[in-house]
């Protein structure tokens, strides 16, 4: 089965920076998109970042200028770097992809395939 599995969270003080990273692995396919989502305690999942296998990229108003996206094709894997971090950022952070011709380890073939990944915590605290 394909997945992604994130990694690079945790508690970082107001200002700081983390990266996080968000690897598909399970099968051989291609990258539409991949996008990087945020849900906070009672509220809904929203989008923070996306960009495409081409490098086009979209931010949310609340983190441009502070976030940056960017794709590593080659390794199936998104990161997102994240700088001068708020309490409001506080957030289980969750990477989605949008493959195409996905064959899977296993053998079974999606033409469109959407995978979430498990989500990784950002607590941003002094």
């Known amino acids: 089965q394909v997945q992604l599995v994130e990694s690079g969270g945790g508690l970082v003080q107001p200002g700081g920076s983390l990266r996080l990273s968000c690897a598909a692995s399970?099968?051989?396919?291609?990258?539409?998109?991949m996008g990087w989502y945020q849900q906070a305690p009672g509220k809904e999942r929203d989008l923070v970042a996306s960009?495409?296998?081409?490098?086009?990229?979209t931010y949310a108003d609340s983190v441009k200028g502070r976030f940056t996206i960017s794709i590593d094709n080659a390794k199936n894997t998104a990161y997102l770097q994240m700088n001068s971090l708020k309490p409001e950022d506080t957030a289980v952070y969750y990477c989605?992809?949008?493959?195409?011709?996905?064959?899977?380890?296993?053998?079974?073939?999606?033409?469109?395939?959407?995978?979430w990944g498990q989500g990784t915590l950002v607590t941003v605290s002094s």
């Open positions: 960009i495409s296998s081409g490098g086009a990229t």
């Open positions: 989605k992809a949008n493959l195409r011709n996905v064959r899977t380890n296993g053998g079974v073939y999606y033409r469109n395939l959407e995978v």
């Open positions: 399970g099968g051989i396919f291609s990258i539409n998109v």
